[in-house]
Structure formats: C-alpha cells, structure tokens
C-alpha cells in the first residue's frame, strides 16, 4: 500500500534517519514511538507528502485516500460542528452529487454510445462513493461525533464556540469519518477523557478496517490497538513485531545483545591493535601487519546509541500530616451560569482523606472533578459544607493553569532554584534530570519549552518542596511514556497524600488504592484499587 525504501532526510546538520525502510500494508495497526526530536512528525509529513525525502522513494498505491490527525487543526469557523465533521469528506459529498447528476443524465435520451459510457462512468463513480463509505456518510458523522462527547444537542453549535480541546475533538471526528485506506493519527487521547478513548478503541477495533499508522503517551490505549512498533531513534528506523510492551521487553533484549556484540568486538580489535603494535617495525612480520592493517580497516565497527537514563530523584522525607488530612462534611459546589442561573456541580459530599492515601478522581467530562479538585486545594470556596485541611498538612497543588503563571523569561534551572533556594547546585541538577533536563537544557527559558516540559518544570518545582499533600489535575497530559513513567515512580515513592485526576489507565491503574467517583452530582467512595473500581462500577452499571 504505502512503502518507504532506503529513505534518509535530515533537518539542518541534524541526520533524523538514514537508509530506513518500512511499509504500511493494508489493515495493520502500528504504533509509531521514539524521543522527542528524532522524526516521528517528519514520517508523518513524508507519507502525507508536506515533505520530501532526501534520498530513497516512497510510493504509494494509486486511489489510496489518507487522513492525518496532527495536534496542529488550524482555523475552525463559519461551520456548525457536525457540518465542520462533514467538510473532511468533501470528496465523498462531490461524488454523491455527480451521481445525482447522472442519474438525472440517465432519463434523458440520448445515442447508445454515450448511454454506454455514462453508465461505465457511474459504475466507477458509484464503486468509489461505496468505497468512501458515503451511503452511511450522514450517520457515521453523527456517530463518531458523540462518540467523541459532542452529542445531538451541540452538532449544530457553531465550531467557534468550542473551547480547543473541544475542537481537537471535532478534528478528529472529522478524519475518523473520513474512513481513509490509511489513517495518521498524532496523539489522538490528548484531549480525550477515558469514556471517549474507550470508544474510540472500539471504534477502531470495529469499524475501521484500513491501515493505521500512530503515535501516543497512552500506554494502555496503545497496547490494545496495535500489532506492530516502529521505532524512530538513533538516526535509524526499526521495525518491532507485537504491542508496546513487547516492544519494551524486545528493545531492552536487543540492547543487551548489541553490548554484548560490541563487547567481543572491542575484545578482538583490541588484540589485532597490540599485534600490530608488536609487529609492525619487524620486517618478518610485514606482510602479516599489513594483512591485520587490511583487515581492520574493512570491519564495520559496532555503534552503542546514547543510552537514555533513568535518572532517579530521592525526594527528602516529607514533614509527616496528621492521620486525617482532609475532613469533608456535607461538601457541595455550585457554580452561576452567565446568565444568572445556577449550575449545580456536586453535592452532599461528606468522607475523609486519610495519610498516605493515593486517590483518583475520577468520572464523565464535565462531571465536576476538576472543581472537585479546587474544592480541595482551596482555589474556590465551597458553597455549601465544609473542608476541613488536618494537622501539619502541606499542600501542593497542580492544574494547567499553573503552566501559565511560570516566568516565561526565566529559565528552568533559574525556576527549580527558585522553589529550593537552600540546594545546592548538584542537588537541582539531579532533580531536573529525573525530569529530563539534561546538559543545556537546564538553561532553556521557559518561553521556548514546549507544552509537556513546561509540565515537566511545574511538577518538578512541586516535588521540590517540603509538601506532604499533593492535590494534581490532569499531571499526565502531554507527558510522553517515559516522562509519565518518572512521574509515576516519583509518587510511587512520595510518602504523603495524593489526590490525582488523569485519563491515564495504566497511571491510575500502577498508583492509586482509592477511588472517588463524581457522578450526576453525587459522588460514590471505592475502597480498593482502579482495578477494584472498574469491577464494581461495571456490576454497578450492569456492564459486562
């Protein structure tokens, strides 16, 4: 279908890969995966055709339709959002209407010849409309846009009034219903909560049938759609065959074999040099020199790729809360609607947050867990109950606002700093390094860094200071799967009190020992794990 052979392209001085070779074949679901940087963007726009190689070909067989789903959805207006959906498929909606056009043809008389050439016409036309899937064109928009959140009381919204994650939904939803032969999607959970992502791997699992080719932070969401790893790393592209976590376990085998190869090497040129070194003013030994000389220049030396590590950050002990951090009685949040109205959030809340508990929050959309959260943190005022903060609690607190209020002329080292200003220089270094800043990028500002470091910085400042209660909203958004990773191991680690919203599964599901769920405004206690919980729930729900 798509194939890519011997490609190299580079970025400046910057080599992204050289002589690769790959190929997307019809219904296979691969994951596209490597640091930040190495060229996963660049496949993207290489298959898309906004780039061009710099050597090798790509070919592409002929009528093959492609969808690309990148974070980048440009201008959105003038549309509702169901007719937004629907423009994606301008193709599908040109080819419904030559139809009609001929069909109309088709009643009026003419010679033999062209009735016979209009018909050839219409029968191809119609095998490509049946193929774009245009004859459910109306109802798959409509499907994939609630299944995404937007249900039929906000299709016929105007696009401009969606907040942007909003309109990153209706992006998607537009090259979802698009149905292409092959389908680029980058980072499609960014903005998705675990309801939607849930359905979109339904989705894919059963009703898209092309090929798929993506990349995500999500490492559950990846390890149930895909079959195939192609890794972007060290200058080259390497093709893995099973899920994410098999591509782990096979990358960290194929690691160790490679050192171990490069070990014997470096044994056998090590004996070859001291023979030549022995040797070479011996004339006895001339042509036995040059022969080794010969030899070693022929050997194509074994590479060891930059090691990623995984710099770990002991946290100093945080002062110890009383046992009961957080009393809750009666606790209930409204909020005034611009028109003077009232929105009701949640209500009559009343529990306790114990030392040591790790709790998610979880719940549909707009469900209130972010207010939730706020409640806590003391952001906004509770308007009915009361919450009551423990003994000797320290609390810290993480929101996507919080990535606003960091100096943008500041640099990260200068930001970290700032939150431990009695550490010493190698103390800051060790902590920005557990986070991933390493050598000069300690002194990026913080205007230059992008969404997940900027994260990367706020939860580092967090983690510095001597708090014993960290209250986080949404910590994983934009956090690739190492970073979250880091994080995950850094609160595993943390002997205090978390309270943690994120649509991160596996994050959850390797964290927390208790869940609250906010639900139509109540919201229910689960005394067990996010395992525990799903259980329970679905009993709830009578799911299967």
């Known amino acids: 279908m798509i194939h890519l052979s011997n490609i190299t392209k580079q970025h400046g001085a910057q080599v992204l890969f050289r002589d690769a070779s790959f190929q997307i074949l019809p219904g296979t679901r691969t994951g596209l995966v490597g640091p930040n940087g190495a060229g996963k963007t660049t496949i993207f726009r290489i298959i898309t055709g906004e780039e061009e190689v710099d050597a090798g070909e790509m070919t592409c067989a002929k009528k093959t339709t492609v969808g690309y789903f990148s974070q980048d959805v440009g201008e959105m207006a003038g549309r509702s959002a169901l007719e937004e959906v629907m423009a994606g498929s301008a193709e599908t909606v040109r080819l419904a209407a030559e139809l009609k056009e001929m069909e109309a043809a088709m009643c009026e008389p003419q010679s033999d010849d062209e009735m016979a050439a209009l018909l050839e016409r219409y029968g191809a036309a119609q095998e490509e409309f049946e193929h774009r899937g245009g004859y459910d ?38 090259i979802l219903t698009l149905k292409p032969d092959v389908l680029l999607l980058d980072e499609p959970t960014n903005h998705l909560d675990v309801e939607s992502i849930i359905w979109l791997e339904e989705w894919l699992a059963n009703d898209f049938d092309g090929a798929l080719l993506m990349t995500s932070h999500d490492r559950d969401f990846m390890n149930r759609i895909v079959t195939r790893i192609i890794e972007v790393a060290n200058r080259t592209v390497t093709t893995y065959g099973g899920n994410y976590d098999f591509y782990e376990r096979e990358r960290d085998i194929r690691r160790e074999q490679l050192l171990a190869s490069h070990k014997r090497q470096q044994e056998m040129l090590a004996k070859e040099e001291e023979f030549i070194a022995r040797f070479a003013a011996r004339a006895s030994h001339a042509a036995q020199v040059q022969s080794r000389v010969k030899k070693l220049e022929k050997i194509e030396r074994i590479e060891i790729p930059a090691e990623e590590r995984m710099v770990r950050f002991e946290f100093s ?80 607190y993480f929101s996507q606002h919080a990535m606003e209020v960091l100096d943008p002329k500041k640099t990260v080292f200068e930001t970290v700093q700032e939150a431990m200003p009695l550490a010493n220089i190698g103390v800051i270094r060790n902590l920005l390094a557990a986070f991933l800043f390493q050598g000069d990028t300690v002194d990026k500002r913080v205007e230059n860094l992008s969404g997940g470091e900027k994260s990367r910085v706020v939860l580092a400042t967090l983690l510095a ?12 958004n934009h956090l690739d799967i190492r970073s979250r990773e880091i ?51 679905h009993e709830l729900h009578g799911l299967p």
């Open 137 to 174: 064109l109306d109802t798959r928009a409509q499907t994939v846009l609630t299944g995404l959140g937007i249900g039929p009381d906000r299709f016929h919204h105007p696009v401009e009034s969606f907040s942007g994650g909003w309109k990153m939904r209706i992006a998607l939803a537009k």
């Open 317 to 396: 002990e945080p002062p110890r809360s009383g046992e009961d951090v957080v009393v809750m009685e009666n606790l209930g949040k409204v909020w005034q609607t611009p028109d003077g109205g009232e929105k009701p959030v949640f209500g009559g809340v009343s529990g306790i947050i114990r030392r040591l508990n790790k709790i998610a929050v979880v719940g549909v959309n707009g469900a209130g867990k972010s207010t939730f959260l706020k409640v806590l943190a003391g952001q906004t005022e509770p308007t009915t109950g009361t919450v009551t903060i423990g003994a000797n609690v320290e609390l810290g």
């Open 465 to 476: 200071r001597p708090v014993n209660f960290l209250v986080l909203d949404e910590p994983t």
């Open 487 to 537: 994080l995950l191991d850094a609160l595993r680690n943390f002997a205090g009190t978390v309270v943690i919203v994120s649509h991160d599964r596996h994050f959850l599901r390797s964290l927390v020992d208790r869940v609250f769920e906010v639900d139509h405004g109540e919201m229910r206690v689960y005394e067990g794990d996010y395992s525990y919980y799903l259980r329970k729930s």
